[in-house]
Nanobody, 124 residues
Framework: QVQLVESGGGLVQPGGSLRLSCAAS????????MTWYRQVPGKERESVAR???????DYAHFVKDRFTISRDNAKNTVYLRMNRLKPEDTAVYYC??????????????????WGQGTQVTVSS
């Protein structure tokens, strides 16, 4: 069955860096657009970055130039490198995928079962 396992979160000081990983199984990973989402309690889940099947990255304005999304199709894994982290980046981060490249990042549709997410806390 479809499985998404996020890892790499933790507590980091403002200005610090983290690299998140999402290991995927149970579907044809290389044919899916993969998206990182994040959610803060009491707020809607929001899309952060997505990557096309051939490696093109697209970013929300609030992470552009700080975050980098990448994928390794041989390892069925998508990554999110997060630099210059801010307290407002604190959230649970999830990955998900879709076969379609939506016209806008915010219209990305999560078609797969959600994983457990990984908590990122940015605090001094």
């Amino acid at each position: 069955q479809v499985q998404l396992v996020e890892s790499g979160g933790g507590l980091v000081q403002p200005g610090g860096s983290l690299r998140l990983s999402c290991a995927a199984s149970g579907f044809s990973f290389s044919t899916y657009v993969m998206t990182w989402y994040r959610q803060v309690p009491g707020k809607e889940r929001e899309s952060v970055a997505r990557i096309s099947t051939n490696g093109y990255g697209d970013y929300a304005h609030f992470v552009k130039d700080r975050f980098t999304i990448s994928r390794d199709n041989a390892k069925n894994t998508v990554y999110l490198r997060m630099n210059r982290l801010k307290p407002e980046d604190t959230a649970v981060y999830y990955c998900n995928g879709d076969r379609v490249w939506s016209s806008l990042l915010r219209n990305s549709q999560p078609r797969l079962d959600w994983g457990q997410g990984t908590q990122v806390t940015v605090s001094s």
